[in-house]
T-cell receptor
Framework: AQKITQTQPGMFVQEKEAVTLDCTYDTSDPSYGLFWYKQPSSGEMIFLIY??????QNATEGRYSLNFQKARKSANLVISASQLGDSAMYFCAMREGRGATNKLIFGTGTLLAVQP | GAVVSQHPSWVICKSGTSVKIECRSLDFQATTMFWYRQFPKQSLMLMAT?????????EQGVEKDKFLINHASLTLSTLTVTSAHPEDSSFYICSARDPTGVSNQPQHFGDGTRLSIL
């Protein structure tokens, strides 16, 4: 069974508009972390934002915010004021437990295209 | 700056050649590193977990004899694709997390290696 699900293979957004990228997850571990990474065409993985399972508030990092709905097991990424440079592949990922040795499992990704 | 360095960034070689890819943690000692493989327009698939001083843990379906992992020091893990064939052509990327960091510390990724086997 998929542990991380991203149902949007691709999305378009107009420059300066906000966009939400969906992510749902499945785990029975009460302690987990959710991550969003951006992968531009050059291939590097850029960390955007983190949400811990015990965090009371939704994470925010600049133009990125995470809409964390624990009961629904969703962790959607919201990008505000989209820029052309935001065009990239976006991956949601989960790490079960807190250890540094715990692996990161990725969703299938969403390709975001920002239009001028 | 980069905290995980991966080398080489691009490799083109003939079928049957063995290729070694290095992954170094620059600012911290990583007892564990992770190796991923990514085909075009697909997600990152975890291949194996590299453990310093012990054997790597491979994910189901990954051939241990094909993808040799060595984690001989706290800052270096290597992935060797043995007798590479065209179907091994892919984007390989490593990652590590600072074990001394707090729980929200992300995994840091190398820039990846594009392997093309002709």
């Amino acid at each position: 069974a998929q542990k991380i699900t991203q149902t949007q293979p691709g999305m378009f957004v107009q420059e300066k508009e906000a966009v939400t990228l969906d992510c749902t997850y499945d785990t029975s571990d009460p302690s987990y972390g959710l991550f969003w990474y951006k992968q531009p065409s050059s291939g590097e993985m850029i960390f955007l934002i983190y949400q811990g399972s015990y965090d009371q508030q939704n994470a925010t990092e600049g133009r990125y915010s995470l809409n964390f709905q624990k009961a629904r097991k969703s962790a959607n990424l919201v990008i505000s004021a989209s820029q052309l440079g935001d065009s990239a592949m976006y991956f949601c990922a989960m790490r079960e437990g807190r250890g540094a040795t715990n692996k990161l499992i990725f969703g299938t990704g969403t390709l975001l295209a920002v239009q001028p | 700056g980069a905290v995980v360095s991966q080398h080489p960034s691009w490799v083109i070689c003939k079928s049957g050649t063995s290729v070694k890819i290095e992954c170094r943690s620059l600012d911290f000692q990583a007892t564990t590193m992770f190796w991923y493989r990514q085909f075009p327009k697909q997600s990152l698939m975890l291949m194996a977990t590299s453990n310093e001083g012990s054997k790597a843990t491979y994910e189901q379906g990954v051939e241990k004899d094909k993808f040799l992992i060595n984690h001989a020091s706290l800052t270096l893990s290597t992935l060797t694709v043995t007798s590479a064939h065209p179907e091994d052509s892919s984007f390989y990327i490593c990652s590590a997390r600072d074990p001394t960091g707090v729980s929200n510390q992300p995994q840091h990724f190398g820039d990846g290696t594009r392997l093309s086997i002709l």
